[in-house]
């Protein structure tokens, strides 16, 4: 029995050997038939079913729009960057649909890019391919995935059955993310523009990751894009198993529980794991405050280095249950765990009128700015969480804080950490400056959106 159910699968178990190869073969002229013959350790397996009727999702529409850009656009074009903007479209052959293709010429007629086009974003088109001209079909996603799938490659080796398998633009798939946790896959989408091509998608996908489970997840906009969405809905299962209850998997060894439904992101923030290993190295008899704890990755990390105390807080009650399962799973009672669901910035201000001081504090909030806008204040609110995580930190202790707002760039991020902790009377001492692990790549500047100080103060 495949892992889809079907009970008449087509299957290839393919050796390791020549990985590198394919990997070269990915990036040029790829093709399915040759590539399966290279697939290391994968079971492929042709077809995925539904328990959503294809006929439902509609087909890609043959029909190319044909578009020229602006100057400075096009030069972001040339130079990798996967988003062209609505006004910078200068000439259009005609208005489509989402997930229409849309292809990009200079002014010499000259092939420049092909894209997914998406009228209802002012991101309108997301770049799949610039410079040669591609087919954009099964497989052309299969390649895309093979490549993904060979960077993640080496974590499995590293007892970790839960990271991204796909990082969206990173991994020049725009506007979509896969996560997998163990036996699960997650595909969250961020633009209407997939939906058309989500058959082909899919296919390939259970073929280079095959999984029990496949769920679907829609970003918040997107799911009021009804019109757009064919009868798929956020948390539907697209496999034909629906997981019973939460998932298990495991980061670094230790086992977590991600629920991809309810959950918030995919379930787990897997983007911290480097982080969070960083993190156990430095807890070795500390105490250590976990703040925006979610459902204490960190927590568990400190425990099993050998933390003596730690506190998980979270504003969320239900994170913070998980919180409490996650640290059972893993049976580690040396440390003792407190658990505290109110607002971050309230417990801290308690602690600290009633002098209760850390060896540790983790900080690491949800993002504050969504906008360029928002950016100003969301400085202002790491500066104030700095300052207070610095009332609890016994002097000489250790700050870990992160942001993920992609719209606060690194420096600024950084430079409010010094300044509040100058204003606090507080010398601060770099340890490190880290971003996310390599399930998280960066190939554009707005995919660099995890950053994280560890210092001493
Ligand atoms: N550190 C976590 C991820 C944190 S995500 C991990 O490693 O998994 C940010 C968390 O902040 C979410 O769990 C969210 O519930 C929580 N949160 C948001 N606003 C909050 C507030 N005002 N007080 C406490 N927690 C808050």
Not at 10 to 15: A, H, P, S, V
Not at 385 to 408: F, K
Request: aromatic share 8%; with cysteine.
């Amino acid at each position: 029995m495949c892992p889809h159910g079907d009970t008449n699968p087509e299957w290839f178990i393919i050796g390791r050997a020549k990985r590198e190869k394919m990997l070269i073969e990915t990036e040029s002229t790829f093709s399915w038939q040759e590539a399966k013959l290279f697939i290391p350790y994968c079971i492929i397996h042709p077809t995925m079913d539904y328990n959503t009727s294809r006929s439902q999702l509609p087909a890609p529409s043959t029909k190319r729009i044909a578009l020229r850009i602006s100057a400075p656009a096009e030069r972001a074009l040339r130079q990798g960057h996967p988003w062209v903007f609505d006004q910078s479209i200068t000439e259009q052959s005609h208005t489509g649909a989402p997930g229409d293709l849309a292809v990009i010429f200079d002014d010499k007629r000259r092939f420049l890019a092909i894209g997914l086009y998406d009228p209802t974003s002012s991101i309108r088109v997301r770049i799949l391919q610039a410079r040669d001209p591609a087919t954009i079909n099964a497989d052309w996603f299969r390649a895309k995935l093979v490549s993904a799938a060979l960077v993640r490659e080496s974590l499995e080796g590293m007892n970790t059955t839960g990271y991204r398998l796909v990082h969206g633009e990173n991994d020049g798939l725009p506007g979509l993310v896969i996560d997998r946790y163990a036996d699960a896959l997650v595909l969250k989408l961020y633009t209407p523009a997939w939906i058309p091509h989500l058959k082909d998608f899919c296919e390939a996908l259970a073929q280079v990751s095959p999984a029990t489970h496949l769920i679907l997840r829609l970003n918040r906009s997107l799911q009021k894009q009804t019109e757009f969405l064919h009868g798929l809905s956020d948390g539907m299962t697209l496999s034909l198993l629906a997981p019973e209850g939460l998932i298990l998997f495991k980061e670094n060894g230790l086992i977590f529980e991600s629920d991809p439904i309810h959950g918030q992101k995919t379930g787990f923030f897997l983007d911290q794991r480097d982080n969070r290993a960083r993190v156990e190295k430095l807890s070795k008899d500390r105490s250590v405050l976990n703040v925006f704890s979610y459902t204490g990755g960190f927590s568990v990390y400190v425990a099993r280095g050998g933390a003596k105390e730690v506190v998980s807080v979270d504003s969320s009650a239900p994170a913070i249950e998980a919180a409490v399962r996650n640290m059972d799973y893993n049976k580690l009672v040396s440390a003792s765990h407190e658990t505290i669901a109110e607002d971050a910035f309230e417990v801290l201000e308690k602690m600290q009128s009633q002098k209760r001081l850390f060896d540790l504090v983790i900080i690491d909030p949800p993002m504050f700015a969504q906008s360029e806008k928002q950016s100003a204040g969301a400085l202002s609110a790491y500066r104030k969480l700095t300052h207070l995580g610095l009332g609890v930190l016994r002097r000489g202790g250790t700050l870990v804080q992160a942001s993920c707002s992609s719209r606060v760039d690194a420096d600024s991020f950084f430079e409010s950490i010094h300044q509040s902790a100058k204003e606090a009377n507080r010398g601060l001492t770099e340890i490190e400056r880290t971003g996310h692990g390599i399930d998280h790549p960066v190939t554009f500047k707005e995919g660099a959106y995890l950053k994280c100080l560890f210092a001493t103060a």
